[in-house]
């Protein structure tokens, strides 16, 4: 089994307060977790406004499988956001 993990820095320039920032998220994690059964979480910068930081985590079979999972969520991510993505970490570990 491989835990594939991301992290996804995204640039909300539009984002005037934390209240902002929380809706994006959010609406982000609520569709991420829906469609792909993935975990998501805000992983740091909490106390910047216009700066989202999200961890992505997935369980997979092998390494082709893994891939396709965060290639899929990247995607999902760029499609359906007008946040500008400034980053993007991924690491795929063995259990």
Known sequence: MLVAVMEIRL???WAG???????ERRSLSDKLRGRFNVS???V???EL???LVLGVAAAAGDDAQADSILD???RFVQGNTEAE???VYREKMRC
């Open 40 to 42: 998501v979480a805000e």
């Open 17 to 23: 307060s934390l209240k902002d920032k929380r809706m």
């Open 49 to 51: 406004h216009q700066v």
């Open 72 to 74: 899929h969520v990247l």
């Open 85 to 87: 993505i400034t980053g």
């Open 11 to 13: 640039f909300l320039p």
């Open 44 to 46: 740091d910068e909490q």
